[in-house]
């Protein structure tokens, strides 16, 4: 694992962006640029990012960016990564940095199609787990029990499991992460970087308004998500599935914390009941089978 010393000290994400106070992401997109920048072109969907760039004139990210509509930001990246071969350029790395709406829902058809083609560039999810700039609307994302302006007595349905959709597509690499654990994110990151095709990874970011949460508890939460076991942190390389960092000790259910601590302190689940968090508490128990299962077959 890299050391917090040799995180490079270049800043790509400027001071002055346009995001909440406590905003998660941003500690995300910071950390992606350090690992990947200054080399990088970025493609930007409809989202949260859009809007924190900063107002017009004022721009807050320092490398090019391409702002582009919900359904075509894997499809526009597809065409960079092809201009780029076209013209011999080995080194810059093409980045779709996209949320959870913009990639559990809209965006999944182009994102599957540059999967299935192998196009090279890396996509992020950062996951905030609703519709946030557009006003907390449910997306596949949004977790079981959650409230949001769609879903105001508690989304039923549980998240939809994007890297495993996207696993699925056999791409070399996918891996899921946290704002908590920022340097899993940074290492990650670089690995991507090192294969050709498509690399995707999820990163779990909270959002204070969207979750009702303080704006100084961002972190303990996203790292309250991996101790409870239902944001788990793992890769997959080559078809090969590993628990990373924390994650690893947690096949030990007795390791977990209950999903309760989590749920009782955000806003956003108060509605939720103790057979729902019953309910949640086994889906969350269930997928620690399938981690098992995936983690002892190489
Ligand atoms: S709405 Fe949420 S995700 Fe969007 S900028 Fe604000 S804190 Fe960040």
């Known amino acids: 694992m890299t050391s917090i010393r040799e995180i490079p000290r ?22 992606a640029l350090k690992a990947l920048g200054p080399k990088v072109i970025m493609v930007v969907p409809a989202g949260c990012t859009s809007i924190i760039q900063s107002p017009y004139p004022y721009v807050s990210i320092g490398v090019p960016l391409l702002n582009i509509a919900f359904a ?29 709406g913009g990639t559990a829902d809209i965006g999944i058809q182009a994102l599957s199609g540059a999967a299935e083609r192998g196009d090279d560039f890396i996509y992020v999810c950062y996951d905030n ?9 449910r997306s596949g994302a949004t977790p079981f029990g ?3 302006t769609t879903t105001w007595t508690g989304k039923r349905e549980f998240k939809k499991d994007v890297p495993m959709i996207m696993a699925a597509h056999r791409i070399p690499y996918v ?15 670089k690995k991507a970087k090192t294969y050709r095709g498509l690399k995707y990874l ?30 788990p942190l793992y890769e997959i390389e080559n078809g090969e599935f590993r628990l990373t960092g924390i994650s690893k000790m947690l096949l030990d259910k007795k390791r977990r914390k209950p ?33 098992a299962q995936l983690a002892k077959t190489k």
């Open 129 to 137: 787990e609703a519709y946030m700039n557009t006003g907390i609307q």
């Open 202 to 231: 999820h990163l779990h970011a909270p959002c204070p308004p969207g979750w009702k949460i303080p704006t100084d508890k961002t972190v303990e939460i996203a790292k309250l998500a991996v101790e409870t076991g239902l944001w």
């Open 259 to 291: 999903v309760e601590q989590y749920i009782k302190v955000q806003g956003r689940f108060s509605s939720m009941t103790d057979d729902d968090i019953k309910i949640l508490q086994k889906w969350v128990d269930e997928q620690w089978e399938t981690y």
């Open 10 to 31: 270049e800043e790509y994400l400027l001071p002055g962006t346009a995001a909440c106070p406590g905003c998660g992401f941003t500690i995300g997109l910071r950390m």
């Open 72 to 100: 075509a930001a894997a499809s526009t990246a597809s065409g960079i990564a092809a201009a780029l071969e076209y013209k011999g350029d080995k080194e810059t790395t093409v980045l779709v940095w996209a949320g959870d």
């Open 146 to 148: 959650a409230w949001t």
């Open 175 to 189: 891996a899921t992460a946290s704002i908590a654990y920022p340097i899993d994110f940074y290492d990650k990151l």
